[in-house]
């Protein structure tokens, strides 16, 4: 039997860095060119968070829902589950995120709240790095192919979801509530990433 000392980071992953990102080029080659539609709506949830008003708010929430609906079926379903078991619960996890997000758009409206100069400014470094996730992959060496974007990748829609929950100028106690997800999903995206950053090439 092998001694406990002996395993590696890299003994923790069930798929090898190749095999991740040749499913996420292979992901993103799929939806090309709707990338480009994640993108803008990154961009433009920076825009509406500017806003008060509660339908532009909405209009936040709604985004975001369908953006974890299509993480959660488009790549959590459809290709995590070819290297990782536990990618079913993850697309769970996403399909309940999107309906806590629709309902909170379509409940009537939380008392407003005032928003804290510091939390608008770490909700816009959040909104600008999930906006600017996919330049990541130029960053760290990879190909285009296998950038992350907005709506299609786990990591960049986490983001601009804590981000936005930080600006929101209504929610309460709903807004806790809604990030318990996306914190769940930013510390399994940091691991993973720290995981295939040790892991042997």
Do not use: K
């Not at 192919?145 to 929101?168: C, H, N, R």
Request: aromatic share 14%.
């Amino acid at each position: 039997m092998t001694e406990w000392w002996t395993y590696g980071l890299s003994d923790f992953l069930m798929f090898s860095p190749q095999a991740y990102w040749r499913l996420v080029a292979r992901h993103n080659d799929a939806w090309w060119p709707a990338q480009l539609l994640g993108i803008v709506s990154s961009f433009g949830l920076l825009v509406a968070l500017r806003e008060s008003a509660v339908g532009a708010q909405r209009m936040v929430m709604l985004v975001l829902a369908a953006a974890w609906a299509w993480v959660g079926w488009a790549f959590f379903s459809l290709r995590y589950t070819e290297i990782f078991l536990g990618a079913t619960w993850l697309a769970r996890a996403c399909g309940l995120e999107a309906a806590m997000l629709l309902a909170f758009a379509l409940l009537p409206p939380a008392p407003r709240r005032h928003v804290p100069d510091r939390e608008r400014t770490i909700a816009l470094v959040l909104g600008c790095a999930a906006l600017a996730y996919p330049l990541l992959a130029w960053c760290t060496g990879h190909r285009w192919i296998e950038a992350e974007v907005f709506g299609f990748m786990p990591d960049p829609t986490t983001l601009a979801t804590l981000g936005a929950l930080l600006a929101l100028h209504q929610g309460g106690r709903r807004r806790a509530v809604l990030a318990v997800i996306p914190m769940l999903f930013l510390l399994l995206g940091l691991a993973t990433r720290w995981l295939l950053a040790w892991a042997p090439q």
